[in-house]
């Protein structure tokens, strides 16, 4: 991983490489994790350049939030479990909907499968945010435009020598044309994860810890 992409400077606690988040996991949908799979399939013998993502690692981000909540306290599992209520309540009005995920395509960092339909995800975006305020959680200032993805793999060193580059421009092929026909996923979102994401930056990987899971559409109240 990039300096610019670290949570916490080299040497740093342990702490400084977890951070809260909300995300959609896709492990209970079997179409996408066979779809995943063969991105995986693609990728592996790319292991020098790439570092493929777990089947368990999988995720949509939905939403980064800041380690410390408004009143300076740290967001950890306790912090999380207070917040869930707040985002059930704003996540209540929205019903299930269904998404497509693909085709995969090669970016400047990582492999990744972009999300659609992006007026609904949107509006997703905009519902999970004004829950996590109201929990008083702190994140980034709105985005103009929520971008769904999920990442198949990401980048392990610079291809900066033209042995490299000849093989990420033979990998892009790859992932643009490895998955036709069928570029393309069908998938649904009826719930999201709060949960403590783990920067490994030994392993080139994210990992997660799952906290609370919350559903769209239904209104009962989460226990504190």
Partial sequence: MSEQRLWAPEGASEEGQVRPHVLWLPHDQPD????LA????????????????????AHMTAEKLAPHDRDGGRVDEERLLRAAPFIQECLAGLVPFGIEIGPPRASASAAVMDVWPE???HEFYLCLRAGCSDAGLTMAPVAEWFWGHISGGYGLLDTNTPTLAERSDRLASELGRGLRPGSRVSASISSVWLVLEHQDVVNNQYTFRRVREIHLGRTERVAA
Avoid: F, K, S
């Fill in 38 to 57: 063969r991105v995986r399939e693609i990728l592996t013998p790319y292991a020098d350049i790439i570092t493929p993502v777990a089947e368990c690692d």
């Fill in 32 to 35: 996408v994790l066979a779809y």
């Fill in 119 to 121: 007026t609904v995800l």
